[in-house]
């Protein structure tokens, strides 16, 4: 089991950044892919980012490409993701997501876990 808790959101303008966190349990985090999904009010989940378990495949959604960044530090169990150059568009919860195999996806359905999310509201 895994337990996921996001920090890191807040209030930002147009052009601005932030950097999201995703804290895990367990002591195998390193065999599990990690992904960043997003939800805006009214429409559905959204892919945003994700990376495999080592760390050294990483995937993005045409939209962040260039302006997010995901990482993650496995010995501190944490995955992070780095928003630049943010757009009032980017107003979302941002979820943290959890896949028991190593190797990214893109589609929520192959994630087991999920974080409560953080809210990110960027003013134009």
């Known amino acids: 089991q895994v337990q996921l808790v996001e920090s890191g959101g807040g209030l930002v303008q147009a052009g601005g950044s932030l950097r999201l966190s995703c804290a895990a349990s367990g002591r195998t985090f390193s065999r599990y892919a990690m992904a960043w999904f997003r939800q805006a009010p009214g429409k559905e989940r959204e892919f945003v980012a994700a990376?495999?378990?080592?760390?050294?495949?990483?995937s993005y959604a045409d939209s962040v490409k260039g302006r997010f960044t995901i990482s993650r530090d496995n010995a501190k169990i944490t995955v992070y993701l780095q928003l630049n150059n943010l757009k009032p568009e980017d107003t979302a919860v941002y979820y943290c997501?959890?896949?028991?195999?190593?190797?990214?996806?893109?589609?929520?359905?192959?994630?087991?876990?999920w974080g409560q999310g953080t809210q990110v509201t960027v003013s134009s």
């Open positions: 997501a959890a896949r028991e195999r190593a190797g990214i996806l893109t589609r929520m359905a192959g994630y087991n876990y």
């Open positions: 990376i495999s378990g080592s760390g050294a495949s990483t």
